[in-house]
């Protein structure tokens, strides 16, 4: 049986996306390209594995903010802030399964632009992305930022972020995504090391309530 893929060479390896077998070649040029790999895909595994070994300096001109300094000490003291991100991306991601790395880094960039720019000028500049599912990240992160700097929804202890320091924490996110994404079209490494982050029932979907009505 050839390769539904190439239609050359023998097909050999199961690959879940397509629910057949296919070549070894293709899976390793069209993973994450053109296939929609799930990430418990043993072969994708395998390969980002492999990738974490001997993964390459990002080049200086790809670093998110190059020039700007990111101390741990903010990350540290908004680390409910960098939490709180991270899971309205996972959410998304949940409802969405389209949602990728790139789709990540278009909706954090946009949004931490418009953080420089209040941050350095006192306007708030917004320019959401045109992409229908990075609009809808970009929106979500936005309201989430807005809701946890709400006077009353402060946690004892930790005060809320000024604007210049909301856009380091989206400046740290995209640094984060960018360590992570491999560049291919469809991957979601970023997304998946995000996953391994948070419990899973922080992104199960509410229960129904239980109580009956007379």
């Known amino acids: 049986m050839s390769c539904p893929i190439c239609n050359k060479r023998p097909a050999k390896r199961p690959c879940p996306a397509k629910d057949a077998m296919i070549c070894a070649i293709c899976c390793g040029t069209e993973r994450e390209v053109s296939i929609d790999c799930p990430s418990d895909c043993c072969f994708l595994l395998e390969a980002r594995r492999y990738e974490a070994e001997h993964r390459k300096p990002i080049p200086p001109g790809e670093i998110p903010y190059p020039e700007t300094r990111i101390s741990q000490d903010i990350v540290h003291l908004h680390r ?87 856009f380091l924490l989206l400046a740290f996110m995209m640094r984060v995504a960018r360590h992570h994404h491999n560049g291919r079209p469809r991957s979601r490494a ?24 007379p």
């Open 80 to 166: 409910p802030v960098v939490s709180g991100l991270g899971l309205t991306i996972l959410k998304l991601a949940t409802e969405n399964r389209s949602l990728n790395d790139s789709d990540v880094l278009g909706a954090l960039g946009p949004l931490a632009e418009a953080y420089r720019t209040l941050s350095a000028s006192g306007l708030y500049y917004e320019k959401p992305p045109d992409d229908r599912v990075r609009a809808e990240l970009y929106r979500r992160l936005g309201e989430f930022l807005n809701e946890y700097r709400k006077p009353e929804n402060q946690q004892r202890g930790a005060p809320p972020p000024k604007d210049a320091e909301v």
């Open 190 to 213: 970023f997304l998946d090391f995000l996953r391994a982050q948070y419990p899973a029932e922080a992104l199960a979907p509410p229960e129904a309530p239980r109580i009956v009505a």
